[in-house]
């Protein structure tokens, strides 16, 4: 089986997928009564499309009635029950090592960001942030930083002198 925190950030890159494909089908709704054009489907939305229907069959198989209904609840409001989908497909994982590996395998084939890079990280100055970093982000991060030259020169100068 998956290692506790790799599931745990399977299950929220599917959550995230399965979340906008739910908000997208009410959006498709909401265009039909007004008559207007339907969105188009994001690629998150996309890859949520193909999660649903084996998340729904895996939490019916392996999953408890009250996995079942969180699953049909979530259909119905995603914002107020994404948090307990999240756990429901984790109770359900842990027990059920064929649909920890399902889960595995629907990430990996629709290219759900699960994963990424780990490393570590030491902040200082304004923002003081020291040791491990760790979290699921689901969109790319650039960042920048620039050392102020008389800062940076002071600072070498007595780490060479030490």
Known sequence: MAEPVTITAIITG???AYTAYTQYKAA???AEVEKTPPPAKSPEATKGEQAAPIIKAGVATHGEPRDVKVVENFEEDPETY???LQKA???VATRSQPFAQQLQT???QANIQ???VQG???VSGQGKVYGTVAGVITGSVT???NVPDDEDEGERGKAASA
Do not use: C, F, I
Request: no cysteine.
């Open 28 to 30: 498709v709704a909401k």
């Open 114 to 116: 699960t994963g990424g």
């Open 82 to 84: 994404q948090e307990a």
């Open 89 to 91: 497909l984790e109770r």
């Open 106 to 108: 629907l990430a990996q």
């Open 14 to 16: 599917l959550v995230g």
């Open 143 to 145: 960042s920048s930083y």
């Open 120 to 122: 570590s990280a030491t």
